[in-house]
Nanobody, 124 residues
């Protein structure tokens, strides 16, 4: 059974940093493309960052480029999202997702497995 478990969310002030973690089990992690998505109230879920199996390819949404960094540790079966210079508009539930049929991607329909989400709230 594939399980993705996010952690690291919380309430911070604008300009602060957070690091989200996504621990995976049930699949060979090194063969999973990983993505971080977020959904703010009343808005559609969007991909903010994605990383390929080996970590050699990454993608970022324009709104987070230069502030967020996605990484992975295949030995620890964990993906990370380092978020710096947080803004109030980054407030959302953040989800990690895994795809075992792609090398990397930023479309929601490419991913097969999802975590339960972790809340990130950025106050002004």
């Amino acid at each position: 059974q594939v399980q993705l478990t996010e952690s690291g969310g919380g309430l911070v002030q604008a300009g602060d940093s957070l690091r989200l973690s996504c621990a995976a089990s049930g699949l060979t992690f090194s063969r999973l493309a990983m993505g971080w998505f977020r959904q703010a109230p009343g808005q559609a879920r969007e991909c903010v960052a994605a990383i390929s199996w080996t970590g050699g390819s990454t993608w970022y949404a324009g709104s987070v480029k230069g502030r967020f960094t996605i990484s992975r540790d295949n030995a620890q079966n964990t993906a990370y999202l380092e978020m710096n210079t947080l803004k109030t508009e980054d407030t959302a539930v953040y989800y990690c997702a895994a795809g075992d049929k792609i090398t990397h991607g930023n479309r929601e329909d490419l991913y097969d497995y999802w975590g339960q989400g972790t809340q990130v709230t950025v106050s002004s």
